[in-house]
């Protein structure tokens, strides 16, 4: 998924203005991958969204973390191991 705001490479991220909200990219529906720009690198965040509702997760404030290494932690927030898809993450 290309943009202006791409977060795929280190290159790109480093380009990116530091600001509070992330740079989200859209997993697959009601998964994202963020990354928030800060003054001296940077942090994953993953969100999953159902009904309108959003649920985050910090994933590391390691920068050096690469796209798909963020991309399969945030696919683990919204899918966490021995879960069936679908099922609510609070488990409740």
């Known amino acids: 998924m290309a943009s202006s705001n791409s977060i795929d490479t280190p290159t790109k991220r480093n ?14 529906t009601g998964r994202y991958i963020g990354f928030r720009r800060t003054g001296n690198g940077g942090a994953w965040i993953a969100r999953f969204t159902r009904d309108r509702l959003s649920s985050y997760e910090a994933l590391g404030g390691d920068s050096a973390l690469t796209y798909d290494q963020g991309g399969r932690k945030g696919h683990g927030v919204a899918y966490p191991r021995g879960r069936r898809r679908g099922s609510p993450l609070s488990g409740q």
């Open 15 to 28: 380009r990116l203005a530091p600001r509070r909200e992330p740079y989200w990219h859209k997993i697959i």
